[in-house]
């Protein structure tokens, strides 16, 4: 049985746990129903990569972007060390790696992320853009894999990669018009929009015709293929971790009907899961796991 937290670490999981409620309200909505332990486990995961985020997100220009990245990094290392920087997200992540044996490999991983994106370019192909989604979404799996599974190995490890690359994959698909106008950025590898005949012009306008939507449904279906992958393994994961992480999947999976539903505008319409739909889904799963669980 773990020890319980101290009044200050527990005073930091509460920072971690607001940060959660203000950047993802959807994200804290699934895994707050964990056990208490396993909950502030995820939030403090989810500070550290929200910190990343916002060493790029909050600063101007690439030089400013990249010197944020070296100090995370630099205090990565002090923390890694054993020195920790003295705050609450520092303190309660490493209250956290100790508790559940994080792979801190991991956290090193989502900085690369972040630096892919500051120094972006266009994947050549699937490959490239695996690579690029295993950094910045893989890496959160395997982050939260020893949180939400008591069998973390090697396929385990794979399966939550899975999860995180389908859930990129379908932020891109979600987001093309918004990374286009916002940040001059095409996602989609170029080897698939070859293959398609799709000119790099026709997203950079916005045209959605037949060829548009063959390249859309191409990254789409390999998306749900990894989804699919991850729900098989499902029994796998804790029990009180089954409920959380299949309304996350399917709440994201959702995401590309919507974009279907709106005849595959992704380029002007945000495309978002109605509560209600959420509240279907998790009734959906719900009965799902207890299908599983009695046959």
Not at 43 to 72: P, Q, S, V, W
Not at 161 to 186: C, F, P, S, W, Y
Request: hydrophobic letters at 35%.
């Amino acid at each position: 049985m773990m020890e319980p937290y101290t009044p200050s670490l527990e005073n930091d999981y509460k920072i971690c746990e607001s940060i959660i409620k203000e950047h993802s309200k959807s994200f804290y909505y699934a895994f707050s129903s964990l056990p208490e332990l396993d909950a502030k486990a995820v939030y403090a995961i989810y500070a550290f990569c929200r910190m990343a985020d916002d060493a790029i997100d909050h600063a101007e220009g690439t030089g400013e972007r990249l010197e944020n990245l070296r100090k995370l990094e630099a205090d990565l290392d002090d923390f890694v060390e054993g020195v920790p920087p003295d705050t609450p997200m520092w303190r309660a992540l490493q209250d956290t790696c100790e508790r559940y044996a994080i792979d801190k490999s991991m956290l090193y991983a989502q900085i690369r992320g972040q630096e892919m994106d500051v120094n972006f370019e266009q994947p050549k192909d699937m490959k490239a853009l695996i690579d690029y989604s295993n950094h910045v979404a893989g890496s959160v799996g395997r982050l939260l894999l020893p949180i939400l599974c008591d069998d973390p190995g090697t396929e385990r490890k794979i399966n939550a990669e899975k999860l995180g690359v389908a859930m990129q994959l379908t932020n891109i698909l979600r987001d093309v018009g918004e990374d286009m106008r916002q940040h001059g950025r095409v996602y989609i590898p170029s080897s698939v929009l070859k293959e398609h005949g799709c000119a790099m012009n026709q997203i950079e306008q916005g045209k959605i015709d037949q060829v548009f939507i063959n390249v859309w449904e191409d990254l789409a279906a390999q998306a749900e293929t990894l989804y699919d992958d991850f729900r098989s393994e499902i029994i796998h994961y804790k029990e009180e971790a089954r409920l959380p992480l299949l309304m996350s999947l399917s709440v994201y999976r959702e995401i590309l009907d919507e974009v279907r539903k709106n005849r595959y505008d992704c380029f002007t319409k945000r495309n978002i899961v109605s509560m209600a739909r959420k509240m279907k889904i998790r009734n959906e799963e719900i009965r799902f796991l207890r299908k599983i669980k009695d046959a």
